[in-house]
């Protein structure tokens, strides 16, 4: 990745900052961006800023920008456009990793029961500015032959484990449906897309959620045994990294992968050296009911 050009969106924490520093630490310049910095907070009323993200890929070797920038708003994203272009004139890799919906996705209420604004907005943050940022951005990854877009979604199938509300479901179906997309459209003119997904995310607001931290996160099975599987934000992003590093991730082009695919295709390990497998987890587990504190998760990781 040494000499590489890469944005991440929705770089400000979860996967995108862990897709930003592991893209770092391979060496790629990285443009950092998100909504909040240290001077303007978003909607999602997090501390987490794109700042501090872009610190933390110069301390993993590589060299972080910043770059405030609302994906919903077509103005900002053609003003990143217009720098990358002038800075670099192209962009080797692109993640797309907006989201921005957590504080307002109703998951277990009826859809006609739920709050019609919430939902809308869940849509208009989670696809609309993945349209947006594709539109504005993908002249610049084409420019020549190449380039690699990755759509990051949650769940490599459509079988979602519980209630997830038709916001949440259209959006991260609608992720997997552009990675298809992008895999017969981008091949077209020399580029690669699809689509990825984390497992179990030990994000920092599930942290947070499971009253842990990153230090003593497995603490967290005492709330819900199948956290024994949670993944670290930098799993997600090795797993990137390694597509970006490989010269023939043609061949995954349109495909929805996860981290655990990817894990077993490539060897990377998770922060703490282990490899947790959430999928082999989910169907092996959680689809066959059993108990998860009766199993050795040890031969999951």
Not at 41 to 59: G, K, Q, W, Y
Not at 183 to 204: I, M, N, Q
Not at 269 to 292: M, Q, S, Y
Request: glycine content about 12%; some cysteine.
């Amino acid at each position: 990745m040494q000499g590489k050009v890469a944005v991440v969106t929705g770089a400000t924490r979860g996967c995108g900052r862990g897709i930003a520093v592991e893209l770092g630490a391979a060496g790629a310049t990285v443009y950092v961006t998100g909504r909040t910095t240290r001077s303007s907070a978003s909607p999602m009323r997090r501390t987490e800023t794109i700042e501090d993200t872009a610190d933390l890929v110069d301390a993993a070797g590589g060299t972080g920008i910043p770059v405030r920038c609302d994906f919903t708003s077509v103005s900002d994203v053609d003003a990143l456009r217009d720098r990358i272009a002038a800075d670099h004139g192209r962009i080797d890799v692109l993640v797309d990793d907006v989201w921005g919906g957590d504080p307002f996705v109703e998951f277990d209420t009826p859809w006609w029961e739920s709050d019609l604004d919430k939902g809308i907005g869940v849509v208009r943050n989670g696809l609309d500015t993945h349209l947006i940022t594709l539109h504005r951005l993908l002249p610049l990854v084409v420019a020549r032959p190449g380039g690699l877009v990755v759509e990051v979604t949650d769940g490599d199938v459509e079988d979602y484990p519980g209630p997830v509300g038709i916001p949440y479901y259209l959006v991260k179906s609608g992720v997997r449906a552009i990675g298809r997309w992008l895999g017969e459209e981008l091949a077209a003119v020399g580029a690669t897309g699809l689509s990825v997904t984390p497992g179990f995310l030990r994000s920092e607001m599930m942290l947070e959620h499971f009253e842990v931290t990153e230090a003593n996160w497995r603490d967290g099975v005492e709330k819900d045994p199948n956290y024994i599987m949670a993944e670290s934000p930098h799993y997600i992003g090795r797993a990137i990294a390694a597509l970006a590093a490989d010269p023939e991730v043609s061949r995954f082009a349109g495909r929805t992968l996860a981290s655990w695919t990817l894990m077993r295709e490539y060897g990377f390990t998770d922060l703490d050296g282990t490899r947790p497998d959430w999928g082999r987890w989910h169907d092996e587990v959680i689809k066959a009911g059993l108990d998860p504190t009766t199993v050795d998760a040890s031969t999951y990781r």
